[in-house]
C-alpha cells in the first residue's frame, strides 16, 4: 500500500496525489494507493490513518509538508518506508501563526477553524529524529518559499537526500521526480 498524507490546508485532490493515483491506476494497481482527507486535529489525522489501515514494512507513507510530519511518526511507529515531499518536521513552530479560520487551498469557500490546541497536539506529535533512514527518500526543494530545504536535509542525515534545485514548497515539478518515487516504494 502507498499511502499520501497531504499538507496543512490541502487535500487527497492535490496534483500530487492525483499523479500518484493515475500513474498506480495506469500500471493497473489504482488499488494500492489511498489518499485520505486527514482530520484538522493532527492527533485525530494520525489516528485516523491507522484505523483506515494496518500499517507495515511492506507500506510506504509518502508525506507533503505537514503530512510529512505525519508520515515520519508514523513510519517510525510501524516500520513504512517513507518518502518525505518538502516535509514540515517542525510543524508546531510554524503553524502557531495561523491560528483562526482558514480556508482550503482545493475549496477556498470551505475551511477549517485552527487553534492553539492543534498547535499543542503538534508539538506534543512532532518527530525527535528520523526512525529509518536507509528506508527514507527526502525530496527537498531549494525554492521552497515556507520551508529551509537545509533543515530537511539535515533532519534526513542518512537517508537518499535529492536536492532539487529551485523549484517551490508544493513541488510544482513533481511530475519529474514521479517515477523515482515509485521506484522507491517498489512499485514496478
Known amino acids: 500500500m502507498i499511502l499520501y498524507l497531504h499538507g496543512f490546508r490541502s487535500s487527497p485532490d492535490s496534483f500530487k496525489a492525483?499523479?500518484?493515483?493515475?500513474?498506480?491506476?495506469?500500471?493497473?494497481?489504482?488499488?494500492?494507493?489511498?489518499?485520505?482527507?486527514l482530520p484538522v486535529s493532527p492527533r485525530e489525522a494520525l489516528a485516523a490513518v491507522e484505523a483506515r489501515h494496518i500499517l507495515g514494512p511492506q507500506d510506504t507513507l509518502i508525506g507533503s509538508s505537514l503530512g510529512g510530519c505525519y508520515a515520519t511518526v508514523l513510519a517510525a511507529r510501524h516500520g513504512c518506508r517513507l518518502v518525505l515531499l518538502n516535509p514540515a518536521l517542525r510543524p508546531a513552530r510554524g503553524l502557531s501563526a495561523y491560528v483562526g479560520w482558514q480556508p482550503f487551498?482545493?475549496?477556498?469557500?470551505?475551511?477549517?477553524?485552527?487553534?492553539?490546541?492543534?498547535?499543542?497536539?503538534?508539538?506534543?506529535?512532532?518527530?525527535?529524529?528520523?526512525a529509518h533512514p536507509e528506508r527514507?527518500?527526502?525530496?527537498?526543494?531549494?525554492?521552497?518559499?515556507?520551508?529551509?530545504?537545509?533543515?530537511?536535509?539535515?533532519?534526513?542525515?542518512?537517508?537518499d537526500c535529492r536536492v532539487i534545485q529551485g523549484s517551490d514548497h508544493g513541488l510544482s515539478d513533481f511530475a519529474d521526480h514521479l517515477e523515482a518515487v515509485l521506484a522507491f516504494a517498489g512499485v514496478a
Open 18 to 37: 492525483r499523479l500518484l493515483a493515475q500513474a498506480l491506476a495506469r500500471r493497473g494497481q489504482a488499488d494500492a494507493f489511498d489518499a485520505p482527507a
Open 105 to 130: 487551498y482545493h475549496d477556498p469557500s470551505k475551511g477549517f477553524e485552527w487553534t492553539t490546541e492543534h498547535v499543542r497536539e503538534l508539538a506534543g506529535i512532532e518527530p525527535g529524529r528520523l
Open 136 to 159: 527514507t527518500l527526502l525530496l527537498a526543494a531549494t525554492g521552497d518559499e515556507l520551508l529551509d530545504w537545509r533543515e530537511m536535509v539535515a533532519f534526513c542525515a542518512g537517508a
